[in-house]
């Protein structure tokens, strides 16, 4: 970077500006979010809050706050708008770039502190404490009654997160978002899987409509592919992934009579792209329900380019623009060492104690509650066949025993 012209605020305090590529990255927010304007000419003189500019300025590359405080003050704003409901806060990330999963731990924490009731929905397979104890049972994965037996013990989305950061191995940066999740539990944050149910088959991972819900949702939204299976990533399996993330999400919102509801999922949820059609997307689903949407893509110089669709309607109350954390990549978990390093940078300049990346002690002492978990109810399961038709009366009194 080169030095630049001086800056000066309205209360004296003086900045220096250092190249052109930190003046776009303003410009582009004074475009796009409230309380910013800019005069673009040879000068470059700003009218910008002292303190938000004094953020954005002087901030360590590695501090996620900024980021995180945009996203809070416009949803904040979204609140006004409509007090009497809650606010679906919809956070699209690229899965590989572990900046986002930080920032979405600092707005949680940003909101919490604020004393307001939210919870969290992730893009995972709802059933996945099912599967995880099928699989270390060893048992097939028998569907309908004695997964709705499993799942039943997990109200509070507790034993999935634990199941999750005990046993699964196959994450994009594994140690971000086991991170993450963890903090979720230390946060005492009601957590939910909202993806509808997959498996893999041959080279890539299909719906899986053994899973009673699943399976409903195929039917409904697609007949003529019921009897087929549908890939999590074809244009149908998008849209019906999507219908259940938006059931489950209002589910867990009214149940938990949150305030702001922080749906994480891929970017090519939040309103579509190319194949993926903006009225089978989250933001159009969640405002087809008549809930108030915020959306964040937290890589707004992409999203910009692919939000091209005729059917696109968002407000600009309803999309906060210009977020462009740092875009450092990892591919799923290549160089496990220097993403962990690459963490506690992030986490530290964020204000957050780097300890908690490690996280392997933590592994250990999840995987050894689910397992104890996982023995009791094997023990019932040995019991029953799934198809038996009075299983469902003898499982209720199991439950009542364990």
Known sequence: MCEGTGLKSADGLKFVFLDRGAADTIHNKAMYNDGFAYNDDDSSNFDL?????????????HDMRPYAEEIVEKALKRLEVTPDEPLILLIGESHNMPSHPVIQMLVLKMLQDRRLNVSFGREMSHDLLFRRFCKQAGRGEESGIFSDYVMSHDLDGLL???ALIGFENNLYIEDT??????????KGVSTRFNDAASRAADTQYMLDDRDIQTERLIRDLYPEHAEHLIGVIEKEGMHIR?????QKALSHA???????YVQQCGFNHLVGKSKYLYQHSLSALFKEAQRSVLVVP???SSFGKNKGNSDYNLRDNEILWGLNP??????????PEEQKIYLKELLKASGFDPA?????DVIDKHKEEMTAHFARWDKVARKFSANDAGLLPALSYAMSRL
């Open 49 to 61: 809050p002292t303190q938000k500019l004094a953020r954005w300025l002087k901030r360590d590359e």
């Open 160 to 162: 999935s997160l634990q």
């Open 177 to 186: 978002n086991k991170t993450l999740l963890n903090f979720m539990i230390k």
């Open 242 to 246: 999507n219908h259940m993330i938006v």
């Open 254 to 260: 009214k149940r938990t009579q949150a305030r702001i």
């Open 298 to 300: 937290l890589e707004s």
């Open 326 to 335: 740092p875009e450092k990549r990892f591919k799923n978990n290549d160089n």
């Open 356 to 360: 908690l990346a490690d996280i392997d």
